[in-house]
């Protein structure tokens, strides 16, 4: 009898648990959506379906389902990007490249640490490029041309990302040195 308490209680645990981090992720994708305009793009992102099913939404197939991509490229999307994006820790693909999107970009994004692909390509995107994307150690892609960027490229970020196989950083206003990044992918804005 206790035992099947205990079993009983256990799996309400989890399923609160289930229930719980499911529900920050939708939040999360909520926060996302406030912080753009997204000219009826994201018309399916309601609660009439699963967040799983919205468009531009991939998750994994365990439980709790978590948000593994987000790819949502030539969407008409302008706005900011929601620093809540860090909280979608299971994150491996984010490409919203070919939008309107401006603004920084977060340092919260440093916090997927799962994240093998970054493309924000072909958008407004000013500042400078965050340290924190250093931590993002299993990048394999990352691609932030053409965007409004300046300043220096963090050393750490040549140092620390050794997965990289394409980084793509032209068209941008970068200046000073770039270390362990080669020239070629960082050709200067101006001659
Ligand atoms: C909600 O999303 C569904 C697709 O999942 C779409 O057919 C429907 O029009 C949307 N409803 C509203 C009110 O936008
Ligand atoms: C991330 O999630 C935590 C816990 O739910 C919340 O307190 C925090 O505000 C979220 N971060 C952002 C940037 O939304
Ligand atoms: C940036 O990285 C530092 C060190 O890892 C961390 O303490 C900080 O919380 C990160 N910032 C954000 C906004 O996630
Ligand atoms: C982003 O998505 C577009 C459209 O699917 C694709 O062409 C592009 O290669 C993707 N970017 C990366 C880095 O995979
Ligand atoms: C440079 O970036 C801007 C802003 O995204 C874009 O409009 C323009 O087409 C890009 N130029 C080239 C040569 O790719």
């Known amino acids: ?3 099947g308490v205990m079993v009983l209680q256990g799996s309400l645990v989890a399923v609160l648990m289930i229930a719980m981090v499911r529900a920050r992720d939708e939040a999360t994708l909520l926060a996302f959506k406030a912080q753009v305009s997204d000219g009826a793009s994201l018309v399916s992102w309601n609660s009439s379906a699963d967040f799983c099913s ?3 939404v991939t998750c994994s197939h365990q439980r709790p389902a978590r948000v ?9 999307l302008s706005g900011a990007l929601s620093p809540a994006l860090g909280n979608l820790t299971f994150l491996r693909t984010l490409n919203l490249s070919f939008n309107w999107l401006r603004g920084e970009i977060p340092e919260s994004l440093g916090r997927l640490q799962h994240l093998q ?5 072909y958008n407004s995107f000013s500042g400078t490029l965050p340290l924190n994307l250093s931590s993002c ?3 394999t892609t990352m691609a ?6 300046d300043g220096g490229i963090p050393a ?4 620390r990302l050794t997965s990289l196989k394409a980084i793509s950083l032209s068209n941008n206003s970068f200046t000073g040195a770039h ?3 080669p020239d070629q992918f960082v050709p200067s804005a101006k001659p």
């Open 1 to 3: 009898m206790a035992m």
């Open 54 to 56: 919205w468009e531009g």
């Open 68 to 76: 593994v991509a987000l790819i949502l490229h030539s969407r008409a």
């Open 117 to 121: 692909t970054l493309d924000l390509s």
């Open 137 to 139: 150690v299993g990048m």
């Open 144 to 149: 932030l041309d053409s965007n409004k960027l």
């Open 156 to 159: 750490e970020l040549g140092e």
């Open 179 to 181: 270390p362990g990044i």
